[in-house]
């Protein structure tokens, strides 16, 4: 069956849903199978009248016209044939549109039993079996768009409830600093549970569909997470636990929430996330080279040791940014207003576009001011043993 038509059916169906369910619940059974046998009657009874009647309703004048009786009679018996014809084709098409309503209701019924099953499966305490479950939520995602929704906040509730973020402070000990990157600091921490990963991965790689409300994976423990090369569009990771997590080139055409995520050593190159999310965020030792900011808010978040090497912050808000000590000159769209706004200090390099223009005011108070970065990663360490 072409889709338009079972679409079609289907917006009949959910259509006249409702009005069928209150009739159904308003009168008994044994009421609403006598009215359809009644409703039956009568039609196939119209039926008939219009094939026996019709000829003489419809071209009367004509068949009185006829004066030879075996003539009239066969004028008569061949529009009653037409007739009959049209209202085979009727009951015809009739059919065709029950056949196709009843595949349809056969098929919810699969889709229901196959969510039902794979939701049950989503929560066995065999890996293989979740595993399995996730994959069949995702091939159900792709093959009912009605249930979409459905299934992607079913997968993101199993992702909240195998990975929440503890109250208390997460250590830093699956951080490393090494001079042989480029950012030097290397996320050394355990890989995600591979059923977690998983359901990142089939939200990740999720058919596109109009999708209105956020997909919720804030306050997450989500270190190491791989959700590179796919859609990252809608997801709240808010307050979550993103070290050592792997963006590259992933996709936010409408914007990422990635606001107060701790984003140290984590990868994002060639992603493109404009309008996105990542005020006060720390994004320390993080790679940022070629990625798509334009537009963002990066309001209070933590830059030092990140490298920004290719991307395009224009129009991103830099209000109390931490640039202190960052390499800014291949970084592409910054405007003195912007830097105004954010903290440097005399070890930031800026873009060699900027230098024929005014200079900035709060980049020598900075300077004078701010303690240079060995200084205050002793003080975090005096501050840590205490």
Not at 15 to 37: D, F
Not at 110 to 128: M, N
Not at 282 to 291: E, P, Q, T
Not at 313 to 327: M, Q, S, T
């Amino acid at each position: 069956m072409p889709r338009w038509a079972s679409a079609a059916i289907d917006f009949v169906s959910v259509q006249t849903h409702r009005p069928r369910e209150r009739l159904r619940y308003a009168m008994p059974v044994w009421l609403g199978r006598l009215v359809v046998s009644l409703l039956l009657v009568i039609g196939v009874s119209a039926v008939a009248l219009v094939i026996w009647r019709g000829p003489f309703w419809f071209d009367g004048a004509l068949i009185d016209a006829i004066q030879n009786p075996e003539k009239k009679a066969q004028a008569v018996t061949s529009a009653r044939s037409t007739l009959l014809q049209i209202a085979l084709a009727f009951g015809g098409l009739a059919t065709i549109i029950f056949t196709a309503r009843t595949y349809l209701l056969a098929k919810s019924g699969q889709v229901a039993d196959r969510y039902t099953k794979a939701a049950t499966q989503l929560v066995s305490e065999s890996p293989a079996e979740r595993i399995g479950a996730i994959y069949a939520l995702a091939r159900l995602m792709k093959d009912s768009p009605r249930d979409h929704r459905a299934v992607v906040d079913l997968l993101a509730a199993f992702v909240r409830q195998s990975r929440p973020l503890g109250k208390s402070r997460a250590s830093d000990d699956d951080l490393e600093f090494n001079e042989d990157y480029e950012s030097e600091l290397v996320w050394v921490g355990e890989p995600l549970p591979i059923d977690v990963q998983t359901a990142l991965t089939a939200l990740n790689k999720r058919p596109k569909r109009f999708e209105s409300p956020w997909i919720v994976l804030k306050t997450t423990n989500l270190a190491g997470a791989a959700l590179l090369h796919g859609r990252v569009d809608g997801l709240h990771f808010e307050g979550s636990n993103l070290r050592g997590a792997d963006f590259v080139q992933a996709k936010a055409i409408k914007g990422v929430v990635l606001s107060e995520c701790d984003l140290r050593a984590a990868n994002l190159s060639g992603a493109h996330l404009p309008v996105s999310h990542l005020s006060d965020s720390d994004l320390r030792g993080a790679l940022i080279r070629w990625v798509d900011l334009r537009g963002s808010l990066l309001d209070g978040s933590d830059f030092r040791g990140a490298v920004l090497r290719g991307s395009n912050l224009k129009d991103a808000a830099l209000f109390e940014a931490d640039l202190r000590g960052v390499d800014l000159r291949e970084v592409k769209g910054l405007t003195i207003s912007q830097l105004e706004d954010a903290i440097t200090d005399e070890r930031t390099i800026f873009p060699d576009y900027l230098k024929n223009q005014k200079a900035f005011p709060q980049s020598e108070l900075a300077s004078s001011v701010l303690p240079s970065a060995s200084e205050l990663r002793s003080r975090e360490d005096a501050s840590s043993a205490t």
